[in-house]
């Protein structure tokens, strides 16, 4: 977790017992994650899915996934 101080002002801890896996695969990709980044830390690729209906997570593409709550990467 040494990324914590990245992520001042964001949303880190939320309900669910994914978010902080996804949250540590997040910063070091930019904000964006996938099946397979998440897969090793034991996040299903269905409870992505989950996440974009409920508005946790937005779809960048396919198979790609955005948190909106960190910064968007200086390039987009």
């Known amino acids: 977790m040494a990324h914590k101080q990245y992520l001042v002002g964001t949303v880190y801890e939320m309900p ?3 978010w902080n896996a996804l949250m540590d695969a997040a910063v070091d990709n930019g904000g964006y994650v996938t099946p397979s980044l998440v897969a090793p830390h034991g996040v299903p ?17 396919l198979g790609v996934y955005r948190i909106p709550s960190l910064p968007c990467p200086v390039t987009e």
């Open 16 to 18: 669910g017992k994914y």
């Open 45 to 61: 690729a269905v409870e992505l899915r989950k996440m974009v209906s409920l508005g946790t997570l937005q779809a960048a593409a």
